[in-house]
C-alpha cells in the first residue's frame, strides 16, 4: 500500500535534504543568499539614520505628496520613487530606524535572487558558479547600500535594473523574442525613477551584448550589435533621450574641471588600488572614520599589493583558460572606465576631491558588473543555439533525433531536476561527451519514411544542461530560438572549429539508443551526469568546478595539469583568505557603522522633552555639524530636523525665557554671545527711555548685517509697546511692568542701537541690550 506525505531518503532525511543532496550547489547558494541577507540586516541595524537620511525625512514630513515634490530634485539627483518611498515611511512612523532597515534587506532579498538566476541563465553550471555570486552578495563595496537609506534608495534600485535589463537582453539575443524588449525597458525605467545614475545600464547593455555575443574586430563587433539587435537601441535610445530632456530641464550642471593633473591620478590610483580591487577581493580590512557617515577606504599598503597580484593572476589564468575570459575582463575594464569618467567629471576639482576615490558607494554598481564577469571569465557562457547561424542541409543517412511515433512535440526529456530540458540546454562540451544525452537515433531512409510535408525540427541533445546551477531559470519554451540546425552552439561569434575539434563533437552515428530501462549515466555531486573519468588534459575536479569548456577553449597549461594538487590546493586558500578579509571587513564596518552621533542627540533629546515643564519653548539653532553638516541648510535647522518627532518641540521668533538644546541634546537656558550696549549714564538706571524720546546706545563692538538675536534685559514702571531700531530696521515689542527680559530674532547690522517706549508716562531703565548668537549657558 503506497504511504502518503513526505518522502524520506534512505538515510532517513526530508525533502529538503534530499534536494540539498541532489542540487548541492544550488543548495549552497540559497544558503549563501539567506546569510548574507541575514548578515547585513544585523549590521545595518546596529548603526542609525546619517546624514542625508534626516534631510530627506525633513523634506518629507514638511511637504505634501504632490508631483513638485516627488519631482524635485535632492543634492541634482533625479529621484521620485525615492522621495516617494521615505515620504510613506516618514508619514506613518516618524523619524524609526528600523522600517529602512527591512526595505535595504527586502531590496536585497530581490537582488540577491535576480542576479542568481542571472548567473544561471547566463553562464555554464558548475561550483564555480558559487565565486561570483560570493563576490557579489558579500562584497564590502556594497556595505554602505544595504545599511545606508540615503545610499540603498538609490543604488539598490539601480543594482536591481541593472540585472534584470541584462537578462531581459540576454533572453532576446537569445531567442529573438520581442517581449523581452518590454522588461528591458521596464527595468531600465525602474532604475531611472530612482536614481538618474541608472542610465548607465543603456550602455551597459549595448557592451555586454558587443563584448559576449558578438565576436570579430571592435568596428565590426560594434556594427554587427548594432544590426543584429537594432529593436534593443532603438527603444534604450528613445528612453535615454527622453529622460535626459526632463532631467537637464530641471537640473543644474555638475560638470567640473579637476585643478592639475596629479589630482587626476592621485584620484585613479586611490579608486583603482584601494577600493575598487581590494574591495573586489575582501579588502579594504581597514576603514577611516567618516562622521555619522559610513566610513571610507583606507587599505594597508600591503594589502593593496597583494590584491593587484591576486587579481593579476586571476586574470591571466583564466584568460589563459577560457577564450571568453579576456571579452569579460574588457567588459568590466570598460564599465568601470564610464564609471570613473563619471565620477572624476563630477567631484575632481571639488572639497570632496582628496577622499571622491575611496567612497566605496560611488562604485558600488561595479560589484555587478565585476560579479558577472568574474562568472563568466570561470564558467564561461552557456551553451545555447546560435539562432543566426545559417542552417545546414541534413545528412541523407540522419533524421530528427524525436521520433514522431513516441514523441508528442511538446514535451522534452527531463533534466537532473526532473525539470524539462530544452534546445537551449545544447551540449557543446568536446571533453565531456558522457555528458550529453541518448546518441541520436538513425535509421536508414529504407527503415523508416520520413514525412516529407513539414520541415524537419532538430533537437539539440539536452543533458548538457542538466537544470544545474542557484536557482531554477531555464528557459520557457516560447523563450527558445525557432528551430535551426547549428552549425555549433558557441557563446559568440568564433571562427569556425577546427576540424579535430568538430569531429571530437561528432556523436557516432553508429550508436544505437540507450534501452529504456538502462542505468542513468553516473551522477557527481553537483546533480549533473558527468563522466566517470576526468579529461586527460584537465586537473581533477576542474572540470566539475567550472562546468566543462567551450569547444574553442584553448588548451590549459601544462603546468596545472602536471601540479594539480598544488593548483587545487592555492585555489582552496585563495578562497579561504578571500572569505576571511571578507569578514574582517565587514565586522570592521560594523564597529564604525554602529557609532551614531545623531542617534545620541535624539536619544537625549527625546528624554530632554519628556521631562521638560509644559510652555517650554526653543529657539531655533543648528544641529551639531556631526549630526547634519551646515552644508545642507536649512535642513540643518533644529526646527526642520525635529519636524519628523510626534513630541517636537515648539520654535519661537520672540520669547521671555527660551530654552535651546545644547551639542548634546540637553534642555538649557539661553545666553547671548555677542557685544553689548556700554553702561548708560543714569546711576541705578543705565539707559533711561522716558517720555517718548528715544535713547541711542553706542555697543561695545560693530555687527555685521546678519541674523542675530536679541536679548533686552529691562525694569519697567508700566505697561507699553518699546521699539528696537538697528541698522535701519526696528522691531516692536511688549514691554512689561517690573524686571523682565525678552528675546527676539532680529536682522541687522552696525555699532548703535535705539530704544524708546510708545506711552510717554512709562519710564524703561536697561544697561543689558546684547545683538549676538545664542547659545546655552554654562
Known amino acids: 500500500m503506497a504511504s502518503t506525505g513526505t518522502t524520506t531518503s534512505p538515510e532517513g532525511t526530508g525533502l529538503i535534504g534530499g534536494w540539498a543532496r541532489v542540487h548541492p550547489v544550488r543548495a549552497v547558494a540559497v544558503a549563501m543568499i539567506l546569510v548574507s541577507l541575514v548578515w547585513r540586516a544585523q549590521l545595518a541595524s546596529r548603526g542609525y539614520l546619517a546624514v542625508d537620511d534626516y534631510v530627506l525625512i525633513a523634506r518629507a514630513a514638511e511637504a505634501d505628496l504632490t508631483p513638485g515634490f516627488l519631482l524635485t530634485l535632492y543634492n541634482n539627483h533625479f529621484m521620485p520613487a525615492a522621495l516617494l518611498a521615505t515620504w510613506l515611511v516618514t508619514r506613518a512612523v516618524g523619524l524609526a530606524y528600523w522600517p529602512y532597515v527591512l526595505l535595504l534587506t527586502a531590496a536585497q532579498a530581490v537582488l540577491a535572487v535576480s542576479f542568481a538566476r542571472l548567473l544561471r541563465t547566463l553562464v555554464r553550471p558548475g561550483w564555480a558558479l558559487l565565486v561570483p555570486l560570493a563576490v557579489f552578495l558579500f562584497s564590502p563595496l556594497t556595505l554602505e547600500a544595504t545599511s545606508w537609506w540615503a545610499v540603498g534608495v538609490n543604488m539598490l534600485p539601480m543594482q536591481i535594473a541593472m540585472v534584470l535589463a541584462v537578462g531581459a537582453q540576454v533572453r532576446y539575443v537569445r531567442t529573438g523574442r520581442r517581449r523581452h524588449l518590454v522588461t528591458l525597458g521596464l527595468a531600465v525605467l525602474f532604475g531611472l525613477l ?196 545559417p542552417a545546414d542541409p541534413a545528412p541523407a543517412d540522419r533524421v530528427d533525433e524525436t521520433d514522431p511515433a513516441t514523441d508528442d512535440g511538446d514535451a522534452a526529456r527531463a533534466d537532473g531536476d526532473g525539470t524539462p530540458a530544452t534546445a537551449g540546454e545544447a551540449a557543446t562540451d568536446d571533453e565531456d561527451p558522457d555528458r550529453s544525452a541518448a546518441p541520436e537515433r538513425v535509421v536508414a531512409d529504407a527503415e ?53 575539434a568538430a569531429a571530437a563533437t561528432t556523436p557516432p552515428t553508429s550508436t544505437p539508443p540507450a534501452p529504456p530501462n538502462a542505468a542513468p549515466d553516473p551522477v557527481d555531486r553537483t546533480g549533473d551526469p558527468t563522466p566517470t573519468e576526468p579529461p586527460a588534459d584537465r586537473p581533477a575536479g576542474l572540470a566539475a568546478f567550472t562546468g566543462g569548456r567551450d569547444p574553442d577553449d584553448p588548451p590549459p597549461p601544462a603546468v596545472l595539469v602536471r601540479h594539480r594538487e598544488a593548483v587545487s590546493a592555492g585555489l582552496a586558500l585563495a578562497l579561504v583568505a578571500g572569505g576571511l578579509g571578507t569578514a574582517w571587513t565587514t565586522a570592521r564596518f560594523g564597529d564604525e557603522w554602529a557609532v551614531k552621533a545623531g542617534r545620541t542627540y535624539l536619544d537625549t533629546v527625546r528624554a530632554e522633552l519628556a521631562a521638560a515643564p509644559p510652555g517650554t519653548v526653543f529657539l531655533d539653532q543648528p544641529v551639531p555639524g556631526d549630526v547634519v553638516p551646515t552644508l545642507s541648510a536649512p535642513y540643518n535647522r533644529q526646527s526642520t530636523f525635529f519636524h519628523a518627532l510626534p513630541e517636537r518641540p515648539v520654535f519661537v521668533t520672540e520669547a521671555e525665557a527660551p530654552s535651546l538644546f545644547d551639542p548634546t541634546g540637553r534642555i538649557t537656558p539661553v545666553r547671548i554671545d555677542g557685544p553689548t550696549v556700554q553702561p548708560g549714564p543714569e546711576q541705578a538706571c543705565g539707559w533711561k527711555v522716558t517720555d517718548g524720546e528715544t535713547v541711542r546706545m553706542p555697543l561695545t563692538g560693530p555687527r555685521d548685517d546678519w541674523f542675530w538675536v536679541v536679548r533686552i534685559g529691562y525694569l519697567s514702571s508700566g505697561d507699553s509697546t518699546a521699539t528696537f531700531r538697528f541698522g535701519g530696521k526696528e522691531k516692536r515689542f511688549p514691554v512689561k511692568t517690573g524686571l523682565n527680559q525678552i528675546f527676539f530674532e532680529f536682522t541687522g547690522g552696525g555699532d548703535t542701537a535705539e530704544l524708546s517706549v510708545a506711552d510717554p508716562g512709562v519710564t524703561l531703565c536697561t544697561n543689558e541690550v546684547a545683538i549676538g548668537t545664542p547659545t546655552p549657558q554654562q
Open 194 to 389: 530612482f536614481f538618474e545614475k541608472a542610465l548607465l545600464v543603456v550602455p551597459l547593455v549595448f557592451l555586454l551584448t558587443a563584448f559576449l555575443f558578438v565576436g570579430g574586430p571592435p568596428v565590426r563587433a560594434v556594427l554587427t550589435t548594432v544590426r543584429r539587435y537594432w529593436p534593443s537601441w532603438l527603444l534604450l535610445t528613445a528612453m535615454s533621450l527622453g529622460f535626459l530632456a526632463l532631467y537637464g530641464s530641471r537640473a543644474e550642471s555638475s560638470l567640473r574641471r579637476p585643478d592639475s593633473l596629479g589630482e587626476v591620478f592621485s584620484f585613479l590610483w586611490q579608486l583603482l588600488g584601494s577600493t575598487v580591487v581590494p574591495g573586489l577581493l575582501g579588502g579594504p580590512w581597514r576603514w577611516l572614520p567618516a562622521g555619522d557617515g559610513a566610513p571610507v577606504t583606507a587599505p594597508p599598503e600591503l594589502g593593496r599589493w597583494i590584491a593587484w597580484a591576486a587579481f593579476l593572476v586571476l586574470v591571466v589564468l583564466t584568460v589563459r583558460l577560457r577564450r571568453v575570459a579576456g571579452r569579460a575582463w574588457l567588459l568590466l575594464a570598460s564599465y568601470l572606465t564610464l564609471v570613473t569618467a563619471l565620477l572624476g567629471a563630477t567631484r575632481l576639482g571639488s572639497i570632496y576631491s582628496d577622499v571622491a576615490g575611496a567612497v566605496p558607494r560611488y562604485v558600488s554598481d561595479v560589484v555587478v558588473v565585476a560579479a558577472l564577469c568574474i562568472g563568466v571569465a570561470l564558467l564561461g557562457l552557456r551553451p545555447v543555439p546560435d539562432r543566426f547561424a
Open 448 to 500: 523508416r519514411p520520413v514525412d516529407p510535408e513539414p520541415a524537419p525540427r532538430v533537437a539539440v541533445p539536452a543533458a548538457a544542461y542538466r537544470g544545474h546551477g542557484v536557482l531554477h531559470a531555464e528557459y520557457d519554451d516560447d523563450d527558445l530560438p525557432p528551430p535551426v540546425r547549428p552549425s555549433a552552439a558557441r557563446p559568440f561569434d568564433a571562427p569556425p572549429q577546427r576540424a579535430g
